[in-house]
């Protein structure tokens, strides 16, 4: 009996060693001494919406709730309300960083490849974190600056990409734009 319970070990373990060789992964080089094997680069990022779309949708939603805490009467006074100019905030700061990938836009890839839409980009983005301090500390007068470098953004982006779509501070007139 003994030597029938070692057949059947040794022909499952003959088994398992063929069968395990069938799912081994391709023989691959060993890389050569001092280098490190190479992985497989992801594939670029992208939005899966036009750079317009995030504009139109979230920017321009976002940046007018910030910029509306401006007007009379209209200043965040308790947490509930700082809080909500938090999430516009982080909306911005968000979509700048969004709107330095290309999107589905004809001219997305071109605009996101201008050294100067990333530099706006990243300007949107830290106005965005500035008023996200800003609204932490339920600082007004740092929301007011976060919101004049959110409009220097807006307005210097679109002076040099879309002069024929202005930005808010050209069509409506905010606290901290000089007529």
């Known amino acids: 009996m003994k030597s029938n319970t070692f057949t059947a070990a040794l022909v ?9 060789g069938c799912n081994a992964p391709p023989n691959q080089p060993a890389p050569e001494p001092g280098r490190v094997a190479e992985k497989a680069s992801p594939p670029p990022m992208s939005s899966p919406v036009s750079i317009n779309a995030v504009m139109v949708s979230l920017v321009d939603h976002a940046g007018h709730a910030l910029w509306d805490v401006e007007q009379e009467g209209k200043q965040p006074k308790t947490s509930a309300e700082w809080e909500l100019v ?3 905030a982080t909306q911005l700061a968000a979509a700048g960083a969004l709107i330095s990938l290309p999107g589905t836009g ?3 890839v071109k605009l996101t490849q201008q050294p100067n839409w990333q530099k706006w980009s990243r300007a949107m983005s830290d106005a965005g974190l500035a008023a996200m301090r800003a609204s932490k500390a339920e600082d007004m007068k740092a929301l007011l600056t976060a919101n004049g470098q959110l409009v220097e953004a807006c307005e210097s982006c679109h002076k040099e990409y879309k002069p024929e779509i202005p930005s808010e501070g050209i069509l409506h007139k905010h606290m901290h734009v000089a007529p």
Not at 12 to 20: N, R, T, W
Request: net charge negative.
């Open 12 to 20: 499952l373990s003959a088994s398992v060693i063929a069968l395990g």
């Open 86 to 88: 938090a999430e516009h």
């Open 106 to 108: 004809v001219n997305d």
